[in-house]
């Protein structure tokens, strides 16, 4: 079968949409997560629009002109992210437009990471992050059954173009490419030349560390650098939507943010491990979009996080809202029995519905206070 996303449309294309009428809108992600797709599709609802790439040489200079058209209904730019004093000059391009004139700016970096000098932005924008696609998405662009959904995002990753690809073979040579590029070019924009090697053999290192807590020490060891060094390329690497860290729950968040992280890659493709990792990290990068969707389009204080003991027993995942945990999630392959950790958690917290996301089940069950529950059909009803 040959798949493709209907229409090129994606979960946020109408949010993005609707806001782009109200004020200007920053749309981040990883690259080639489809936001020049969104963006492109969305210039086709206007009658007159301008898509303009700052990697562009002749878009570049007409950026820095400006000397775009004044009377397009919309306005794309794109990766100016990376231009010197991006903030101020945006400030004054988002100032000086016509009160008609809709503004979409994109970039596959973080651009609230990367502090630069100049006049702050808030409250010129509205701002989304774009995730790969999910269980909902593709069911709901695709159909099939949310359990085929789930196997095909844990082969091939939840990016479109690989996710899409008809061979295995298509989407392993696009991996590749992918990683090549994300370390030679965009890491390279934020970390010295001589640097590369070893932030590669750091991205090789965590992509078999993926959902143990993190210690950089001892990989700083392993490489021979600081953990100061070795804290920057994972900053770096967050920022440019590679990988994502889950903290561990705290109501006291400054407790929370000193003790051990749990690292994820957007791209589940990109994870070294056996099944059971690629699950895990399938679910983490599914309920990151969920909290990301409730954050951006919803604003609610959504987050997502892990509980860890000092004697070492955990909950994979926990969601919260308003700083109350509203979930405890655990992940299995395959197997039922009562997970011993999530049970002790659940009496805890008890206002939190507490779930052990089975991916191949034979029968849910509901053993109080623990829902045991298939985990393609529970992925389909999150919010994105």
């Known amino acids: 079968m040959v798949y493709k996303i209907v229409g090129v449309k994606r979960y ?30 969305l210039m086709a609802d206007f009658a007159q629009a301008q ?9 570049r200079a007409i950026l820095q002109r400006q000397s775009w058209n004044p009377k397009v209904g919309l306005l794309a730019m794109d990766e100016i992210h990376k231009m010197p004093d991006w903030k101020s000059w945006l400030k004054g391009v988002v100032d000086g437009r016509a009160p008609e004139q809709a503004l979409l700016v994109t970039g596959s970096a973080r651009m609230e990471t990367w502090r630069q000098s100049g006049d702050s932005l808030a409250g010129r924008y509205l701002a989304y992050r774009l995730h790969p696609v999910s269980v909902r998405e593709w069911c709901e662009q695709q159909g099939g059954t949310p359990e085929a959904a789930l196997a095909r995002l844990m082969e091939r990753g939840g990016f479109p173009e690989p996710c899409l690809a008809e061979r295995p073979e298509d989407a392993d040579r696009w991996r590749r490419q992918y990683f090549t590029d994300l370390i030679r070019e965009d ?12 932030m590669r053999l750091f991205v ?16 700083a060891r392993d490489l021979a650098v600081s953990p100061v060094t070795l804290k920057r390329y994972l900053d770096i690497l967050q920022a440019l939507y590679i990988v994502f860290t889950v903290q561990p729950w705290h109501q006291n968040i400054s407790r929370a943010i000193l003790q051990t992280p749990k690292v994820y890659f957007f791209d589940t493709g990109l994870v070294r491990g056996d099944e059971g990792l690629r699950f895990e990290n399938a679910v ?22 892990y509980i860890r003991t000092k004697d070492g027993a955990e909950v994979d995942f926990v969601l919260s809202e308003e700083s109350q945990l509203t979930h405890l999630i655990e ?25 052990q996301l089975v991916r191949d089940l034979r029968q849910e069950e509901y053993r109080p ?8 059909p529970w992925l389909l009803r999150l919010d994105a």
Not at 189 to 196: A, G
């Open 369 to 376: 206070p623990v829902h045991i529950t298939a985990a393609a």
């Open 331 to 355: 992940c299995k392959l395959a197997d039922a029995t009562l997970a011993r950790a999530l049970l002790n958690f659940a009496g805890k917290f008890p206002q939190a519905e507490a779930i």
């Open 204 to 219: 090789e290192l965590l992509r078999e560390r993926v959902g143990s807590p993190l210690s950089l020490a001892s990989i």
């Open 187 to 198: 890491v390279l924009e934020f970390s010295r030349l001589h640097e590369i090697n070893t």
């Open 12 to 41: 946020l294309d109408d949010l993005v949409a609707a806001d782009l009428q109200r004020k200007m809108v920053l749309l981040t992600g990883p690259r080639q997560v489809g936001k020049t797709t969104l963006c492109r599709q």
């Open 51 to 59: 898509y303009l790439n700052w990697d562009v040489a002749p878009d």
């Open 284 to 305: 983490a990068a599914m309920l990151l979009k969920h909290v990301h969707f409730r954050q951006d389009a919803l604003g609610k204080a959504a987050g997502l996080h």
